[in-house]
């Protein structure tokens, strides 16, 4: 089931959605590849037919519903999950198929990229956006996109290697900061790995978290460690850090 077909709906004669789920720095992150229907069998734009019939449209919005409703279903389960859909979707950013792909649990992440620069494929004359990624509403503010134009405004004979552009995201997963509780992240940089406090909570508690990865970076390292506080720092020989880790096991709590 994993990865799987989305498919809560018949799709008949078009591309099935596909999900996987990844476990990425503690987290699960749903990541799902689209490629709605396409265009083709549409009227043209600027035909003898005005207003042109655009059959492909409402296959599109039902398709970029039942994906919407897959997604909705998860976080009904988990209202905390990470969700990623990425792909060509055969449609603009301000579509009715783009609104229902959204619905008001995903955000589309082309929308941020400023309008001179947001274009993924060329036909007849326009720069215009097929490609979208968008993620789950808990994402968005960790997520930044960029379109890549590598392609779409390039020939063959240039060595374009698609008639789409790629799209380059970058997301942070760090939850955000919860005052008195904090995940070690040491500097290596110097002489010593240096781990930076945060900020206590109400009653000036500070609980600092090292995973087993912080140990074995630290144990790996051989460096002594030191814990920077507002008034003070506490420090750790690289013979301290192996006898806490003897005895810790996998991680250890400083407090």
């Known amino acids: 089931m994993n990865p799987g077909r989305v498919q809560p709906i018949a799709m008949p004669n078009t591309r099935k959605p596909i999900a996987a789920q990844f476990d990425f720095q503690g987290e699960q992150v749903v990541v799902i590849g689209a490629h709605l229907n396409s265009k083709g069998g549409d009227q043209p ?23 919407n409703g897959f997604i909705a279903d ?36 082309v929308e ?11 036909y007849q004359g326009n720069s215009q956006v097929l490609d979208h990624l ?47 509780e904090q995940q070690a992240n040491p500097d290596f940089s110097g002489d010593q790995a240096v781990v930076t406090a945060g900020e206590p909570n109400k009653d000036g508690e500070l609980a600092i978290t ?29 013979e301290n850090i192996q006898q806490i880790a003897s005895a810790a096991g996998s991680a250890f709590v400083l407090e």
Do not use: W
């Open 210 to 238: 090292f995973t087993e990865r912080n140990l074995v970076e630290l144990l790996k390292s051989g460096k002594d460690l030191r814990v920077d506080m507002p008034t003070a720092a506490v420090s750790f020989s690289a």
């Open 112 to 122: 941020d990229v400023p309008v001179e620069d947001r274009f993924s494929y060329y």
């Open 134 to 180: 968008l993620v789950t509403n808990n994402l968005a503010q960790r997520t930044e996109l960029d379109m890549v134009h590598i392609n779409a405004m390039f020939m063959e004979q240039q060595g374009r290697a698609s008639d789409h552009d790629p799209l380059l995201a970058q997301i942070a997963f760090e939850k955000p900061s919860v005052p008195g």
């Open 74 to 109: 998860g976080l009904k389960q988990n209202p905390d999950l990470n969700v990623i859909v990425a792909g060509d979707m055969n449609d603009f950013e301000f579509t009715p198929a783009l609104a229902a792909l959204k619905g008001d649990i995903l955000t589309n992440k």
């Open 45 to 67: 734009l600027f035909g003898k037919n005005q207003p042109p019939v655009l059959g492909s449209v409402a296959e599109r919005i039902e398709l970029a519903t039942a994906i």
